[in-house]
C-alpha cells in the first residue's frame, strides 16, 4: 500500500503558531522532506522531533520528486514543509503534488500560516476579491509586462517581495500601476513585525534600509476594465476609433453603431463621417 503525501504548513516567524495536527503530522511521518534542512532541524529540535530529513528545493525538486515518489510508493509517509508558511504557495512543493496525484499517491493539506492571508488580514485592504502574484520576475521587461496585465484589475493585489528589490520594484509599480494605496507588512509574526499603509510616494518616502521579506499589498483599479476601455476609446480620433473595430473584423454599418454607443452620440453624426468609406 502506497504512502500518504502530507503537505504540512509551518511557523512564518512565532513558532507558537504551528498547528497540534501539524506537530502530530511531524511527529508519524517516516521522512520530512525540507526545503532547507538546516532551517527545519531548528523547529524539529524546538518541537522535541527527531526525523530523517530529504532536502527538497527549486534548483532539484525534479530529481528530489523522483526519490519521493519511490519512497512512496514504497509505503512511506511523507511530510513536506518549506523554510517556513504553507508549501507550494511561492514555495516548492507543487512538482511532487503533481505527480503524487497523478500515480495515485494520497495528498492531505495539513493547514496553517500563510504570509499572504496572514499581511491581508491585518492590512485594511479589501479581502473580498483578490489576486496573488507572489514574486515578480527579476527582468524588468517581464516584470513590467506583469505589471501592466493586473494594472486594470479591480481586485487587491497581493506580491511577496525581498529586501534588496523592494524599492526597486515600489517604483516601477508607481509608474505603471499609479500612486495607488498599498500596504506593506514585513517581519509577520515576528518581535519586529510592521505595517506600513499609504500612497507609495508616502511608503517610499518612510523606507530607509528594506528588511525582512515583504508583503505588498495594492489596492485595486478604481476604474473598472470596462470604464477602462471606454476611456482609451474616447481618447482616439474618430478615424483611430473607426481603425480599431476594422481591425477586429466588423463592417462598417456595425462599427458607426459601436463608436456611437462608446461616445454616447447619434450613430447619424459618425455615419455622416464615414459616407465616402
Do not use: W
Amino acid at each position: 500500500m502506497s504512502g500518504i503525501l502530507y503537505i504540512v504548513a509551518t511557523p512564518i516567524g512565532n513558532l507558537d503558531d504551528i498547528t497540534l495536527r501539524a506537530i502530530k503530522t511531524l511527529e508519524e511521518a517516516d521522512i520530512i522532506a525540507a526545503e532547507d534542512t538546516r532551517h527545519t532541524l531548528k523547529l524539529l529540535n524546538h518541537l522535541g522531533i527527531s526525523k530523517p530529513l530529504i532536502s527538497y528545493y527549486k534548483q532539484n525538486e525534479k530529481v528530489k520528486t523522483e526519490i519521493l515518489m519511490e519512497k512512496l510508493i514504497m509505503g512511506k509517509n511523507i511530510a513536506l514543509v518549506s523554510d517556513a508558511g504553507t508549501p507550494v504557495i511561492s514555495d516548492p512543493g507543487e512538482e511532487v503534488v503533481k505527480v503524487a496525484i497523478k500515480n495515485n499517491i494520497k495528498v492531505v493539506p495539513i493547514p496553517g500560516p500563510c504570509a499572504l492571508i496572514t499581511a491581508l488580514i491585518a492590512s485594511g485592504m479589501s479581502a473580498k476579491e483578490f489576486s496573488f502574484i507572489g514574486f515578480l520576475p527579476v527582468n524588468k521587461k517581464e516584470k513590467d509586462e506583469i505589471l501592466k496585465e493586473v494594472s486594470e484589475d479591480t481586485k487587491t493585489l497581493i506580491f511577496y517581495e525581498a529586501p534588496h528589490k523592494l524599492i526597486a520594484t515600489l517604483n516601477e509599480m508607481q509608474n505603471i500601476l499609479g500612486n495607488r494605496t498599498i500596504c506593506l507588512a514585513r517581519e509577520l509574526t515576528k518581535i519586529h513585525e510592521e505595517f506600513l499603509t499609504g500612497e507609495i510616494t508616502e511608503i517610499l518616502e518612510k523606507i530607509q534600509e528594506p528588511k525582512g521579506e515583504y508583503v505588498i499589498i495594492v489596492e485595486g483599479s478604481k476604474l473598472s476594465k470596462k470604464e477602462i476601455k471606454a476611456n482609451k476609446l474616447n481618447e482616439m480620433t474618430v478615424e483611430e476609433h473607426y481603425k480599431y473595430y476594422e481591425d477586429l473584423g466588423y463592417e462598417k454599418k456595425e462599427i458607426i453603431k459601436k463608436i456611437a454607443k462608446d461616445r454616447n452620440v447619434n450613430k447619424n453624426e459618425i455615419y455622416k463621417l464615414f459616407t465616402n468609406k
